[in-house]
């Protein structure tokens, strides 16, 4: 007897063999409001073969078919990249006619999906790297209005209030999953650590009644009263306000949200927005306002992210995100000294981590300042015409690559029309600039890279450095798999004395090891990054040299920011900066031309690719030239603008946008100054590296880029941003001529091997005896080749809905394991319906494939 759930996560979506090139990361992996972004980077290089592994599971061997069409076409394959806004509805019926060639939107609706499929003009790509959530604003109100989410304990027992599944079938149509933590069912952590995760999602399951009991319990000890059904305090109904985006199934999950806290007795006051009409609220206003209670959160991870464990301080600490919501975040310091030691991967040994995930996954929910509801199964529609690199985490609109392989097929040239739901969201400003996934995608066709992501592994490939040299401690579990990069082991890493350790923001020098430090140092990781000879002929879209400023300038604004003595510092840095300078050990410039860096940290990551720092001078939210930072920074100096929305919010001045609004004017006088002055940037270390003849051609070519196109967005990428229609919602990119790449360069990866899985068995067990399942894991109904699959692991749940028993299956031949469950297993099970869960983890693809087994457990 053969039955299958449909739990199989990635078997809900077919993926689309049409689209295929390769998907590169960028040097962070982000994390994005859908609009977020939430990044994380990798860099890598050409073909694949694995060196070596040290105390991983298994060796990696990455199957790559270069395809590339022959081509003397440099750059992109098309000529213009138009952005504009669109509803999913509507976009679906202009890509029908022609109007649109792409949607680059993680669409989740089920009946729109089936008309994608049905039509035979339209081609679409998978992705399964969205996530919606319920943002909590968690201050106290200073008008002296109760805020029950002030309180973790009320924030936990919303858990319980939320039905899941019945947001994932009723609301999703089938396209998501249930969520309960900050990792993604899709990505390798949530496979690894799946035991524990199971284990609390039968916890948190659906409760109604119990969220309600505890609920009350807190609402009275912070003196409301239950009065005819309805909260008050003060005498006055606590009415909460819900933020409710209106462009996706979101809409709905609010009214939900809404319906469910009614029945509790809150007042609910629903207050629908688009993502425009929300950021002034959420992530440009003041928390203590009180202007919100709740809003409905979408999230997208650019890249396939193989290790999530810095996802509990971005989403639950005030460190990694400078806007006045973050900065009200109070974790216990239990579950902050947890999410510090996974953000900095302060640990040694695999064992290690696995301790430091089942404590943090059990705090977050217990903190819930987010409270998880559902991963996405997404797509991403487009014309059949259309060829583009996604990625199976971000698809298009998160992919690095998407600029570089977007054409027509078979074609050089001509315009490729995108519409989003919506688009300049938020200022653009490199520094701490728009986060939306809306802005940050056309951003990211301006941008280059040191490194690039694998779109189906999250492994890194170089894209302008050359190569590298990992050395780890020994001990740690680091492995290699691709053959730019090597790795090497040594019991001591010494930290160079003359290496820069930290920032004078005083006198505006690097403080070397030595000096920092009265004893010599060691560290668990040191990098060497190569670049080539020709780096240096790489162009701004200003036309002005990459030189070593623009390196030393992105090294320097890393620091600066978070320094009190500076004339930029902004306190929302200033924690980012301390996290970082617990585990940074230093940086070394061994030589300039060529250019070779050698970084020593602390931090360590469990694949050597994704260990390699290249201080490429892109910035948390685009690149940056360093003349076009120096202009920005007389503005930030002056308190005339300012970079985050945290810091424009206390000093009451406008977040500074460098592509379009009332801040142009603002750069264009500092532009005028630091012409007419010559500057070079914090002179006393620039000015070792960037020569008066140098500064002058700078800002006379800023001065004419902005005479020509009346914006400061400079980047090196394959396009450049041409016009900016800010009322219209409306973006233009040109092709960059100069971008020193042929355009086949990326076209070179072939499907996805995403793994199906089913489970055959008996449909009844008796408890307390042995029986056996098989499980056959496939591709495309041919058997999964067993060196692809890192593991199969097995989970047993009760009647309940508890885990009783797991372990990793026995395999048999390619593509065939067995499930033994023992006496001593079985005996565990309550008379009833049981499940077996299965989750196959390949190599070849870092998306894990979940399936399940029910059969009846009788005496």
Not at 27 to 49: D, M, P, Q, Y
Not at 173 to 185: E, S
Request: glycine residues 6%; charged residues 20%.
């Amino acid at each position: 007897m053969k039955t299958k759930l449909t739990l199989n996560i990635l078997s809900v979506l077919l993926i689309l063999s049409v689209v295929l090139a390769a998907c590169a990361p960028q040097e962070v992996i982000r994390t994005v409001e859908v609009g977020k972004e939430v990044i994380t980077t990798v860099e890598v290089e050409t073909e694949v073969e694995v060196i070596k592994t040290v105390e991983v599971e298994k060796e990696v061997v990455i199957m790559v078919t270069p395809t590339p069409q022959p081509t003397t076409r440099m750059g992109a394959w098309v000529d213009t990249l138009i952005f504009t806004e669109q509803g999913s509805d509507a976009a679906v019926t202009q890509l029908k006619v022609g109007e649109l060639d792409i949607y680059a939107y993680s669409v989740g609706n089920a009946t729109l999906f089936q008309a994608v499929k049905d039509s035979p003009e339209l081609a679409y790509t998978n992705s399964y790297g969205s996530y919606n959530e319920l943002t909590f604003n968690p201050a106290e109100f200073t008008d002296g209005r109760l805020n029950p989410f002030t309180n973790p304990k009320i924030r936990e027992a919303v858990n319980w209030l939320m039905d899941r599944d019945y947001i994932v079938q009723e609301i999703m149509g089938g396209l998501a999953v249930p969520k309960f933590f900050g990792v993604t069912a899709a990505f390798p952590d949530y496979a690894r650590y799946v035991d524990v995760a199971r284990a609390l999602e039968a916890y948190y399951a659906y409760n109604p009644e119990k969220a309600k009991e505890i609920i009350t319990a807190e609402m009275e000890g912070m003196g409301a009263a239950l009065s005819g059904g309805v909260w008050a305090f003060n005498g006055e109904p606590i009415t909460l306000i819900i933020l409710i985006r209106t462009e996706d199934e979101r809409r709905i999950i609010g009214d939900y949200v809404g319906t469910q806290l009614e029945s509790i007795g809150f007042t609910v006051d629903r207050q629908y927005k688009t993502s425009s009409e929300a950021s002034p609220i959420w992530v440009r206003g003041n928390p203590t306002d009180g202007l919100f209670h709740i809003y409905t959160g979408g999230w997208i991870t650019t890249a396939v992210a193989r290790n999530q464990g810095d996802n509990f301080s971005f989403f639950y600490t005030p460190r990694d995100y400078p806007i006045p919501l973050w900065q009200s975040y109070t974790p216990s310091a239990e579950f902050d000294a947890v999410a510090l030691k996974l953000r900095n991967n302060d640990y040694t040994t695999l064992d290690e981590r696995r301790e430091l995930f089942e404590q943090v996954l059990a705090l977050s929910v217990q903190d819930s300042v987010r409270l998880w509801l559902v991963d996405r199964l997404s797509f991403s529609p487009m014309r059949n015409n259309v060829t583009v690199a996604y990625d199976l985490a971000g698809g298009i609109s998160g992919s690095q690559l998407y600029g570089l392989t977007v054409r027509f097929t078979g074609q050089e040239g001509g315009t490729v029309k995108i519409a989003q739901p919506q688009i300049l969201v938020d200022p653009w400003n490199p520094v701490a600039g728009s986060n939306w996934i809306y802005d940050m995608m056309p951003i990211r066709a301006t941008q280059d890279y040191g490194l690039l992501s694998d779109p189906y592994t999250g492994l890194a490939w170089p894209q302008r450095i050359e190569k590298a040299e990992v050395v780890a401690k020994e001990g740690l579990p680091i492995g290699v798999s691709l053959d730019w990069v090597t790795l090497e082991f040594a019991p001591t890493i010494e930290v160079p004395g003359d290496a820069w350790a930290d920032w004078d923001a005083v006198n505006q020098k690097w403080i070397t090891v030595s000096e920092k430090f009265a004893e010599p140092q060691t560290a668990n990781i040191k990098s060497t990054v190569y670049y080539p000879a020709d780096l240096w002929d790489i162009t701004w879209h200003d036309g002005s040299n990459l030189s070593m400023g623009d390196f030393m300038m992105a090294m320097i604004m890393g620091f600066d920011t978070g320094k009190e003595e500076s004339a930029i510092y902004d306190e929302v840095q200033a924690e980012t900066l301390a996290a970082f300078l617990a585990h940074f050990k230093g940086v070394k410039i061994v030589s300039t031309d060529p250019l070779v860096i050698e970084t020593y940290d602390d931090n360590w990551q469990l694949d050597a690719e994704l260990n390699v720092s290249t201080w490429w001078p892109n910035y948390a939210y685009g690149p940056g030239a360093w003349h076009n930072i120096g202009m920005a920074n007389l503005a930030e100096t002056d308190k005339a603008l300012a970079y985050s929305a945290d810091k424009a919010e206390v000093e009451q001045v406008e977040w500074m946008n460098f592509i379009s609004g009332p801040s142009l004017e603002v750069l264009k006088g500092y532009l005028d100054t630091a012409a007419a002055e010559n500057l070079i940037p914090y002179a006393p270390t620039m000015g070792e590296y960037v020569t008066a003849d140098e500064a002058t051609a700078r800002w006379a070519n800023l001065v004419d880029w902005y005479a020509t196109y009346g914006h400061f967005w400079l980047g090196t990428g394959a396009f450049y941003l041409y016009k900016v229609f800010p009322v219209e919602g409306t973006i233009m990119l040109q092709r960059n001529p100069e971008f020193p790449d042929l355009a086949n360069k990326w076209d070179r990866f072939g499907e996805p091997a995403i793994a199906e899985v089913d489970i055959d068995g008996p449909g009844q067990v008796t408890i307390g005896s042995e029986v056996t399942f098989d499980v056959y894991v496939t591709f495309k109904d041919q058997p999964y080749p067993t060196k692809d699959i890192n593991e199969v692991k097995f989970l047993l749940f009760d009647a309940a809905g508890a885990l009783v028993a797991s372990g990793a299956a026995v395999e048999v031949a390619d593509g065939q394991y067995q499930v033994v469950l023992t006496a001593e297993m079985t005996q565990a099970l309550q008379a009833g319906a049981a499940k077996l869960e299965i989750a196959v983890s390949p190599i070849v693809v870092s998306i894990p494939t979940f399936a399940a087994f029910e059969f009846v457990a009788v005496p």
